[in-house]
Nanobody, 125 residues
Framework: QVQLVESGGGSVQTGGSLRLDCAAS????????MGWFRQAPGKEREAVAA???????SYADSVKGRFTISRDDAYNTLYLQMNSLKPEDTAMYYC???????????????????WGQGTQVTVSS
């Protein structure tokens, strides 16, 4: 049974940092690409970053230079380091796993097969 569990969310002030973790289990983690997505109240879900099974990465323009996605296949864990946080980064953050075409770090939510329950990030001004 595939399970993705996010942690690390919280409340910070503008300019602060947080690191999100996503612990994966129940599948061959190293063979999947992974992504982070977020959804703010009243808004559609949007891509944040993705990482392929080979380590290549993609980022949404809004987070480039501030967020870093990484993975540790030895620990089946996905990370999102978030620096210089802004109020507009406030959202529920979800990790997702993609089984097919795993080498490609897709930013399309529909490409992903499995999703976690989310962790809340709140940035105050």
């Amino acid at each position: 049974q595939v399970q993705l569990v996010e942690s690390g969310g919280g409340s910070v002030q503008t300019g602060g940092s947080l690191r999100l973790d996503c612990a994966a289990s129940g599948y061959d983690y190293s063979g999947y690409s992974m992504g982070w997505f977020r959804q703010a109240p009243g808004k559609e879900r949007e891509a944040v970053a993705a990482i392929g099974s080979g380590g290549s990465t993609s980022y949404a323009d809004s987070v480039k230079g501030r967020f870093t996605i990484s993975r540790d296949d030895a620990y089946n864990t996905l990370y999102l380091q978030m620096n210089s946080l802004k109020p507009e980064d406030t959202a529920m953050y979800y990790c997702a796993a993609r089984r097919f075409a795993a080498f490609n770090p897709s930013l399309r939510a529909n490409d992903y097969n499995y999703w976690g329950q989310g962790t809340q990030v709140t940035v105050s001004s």
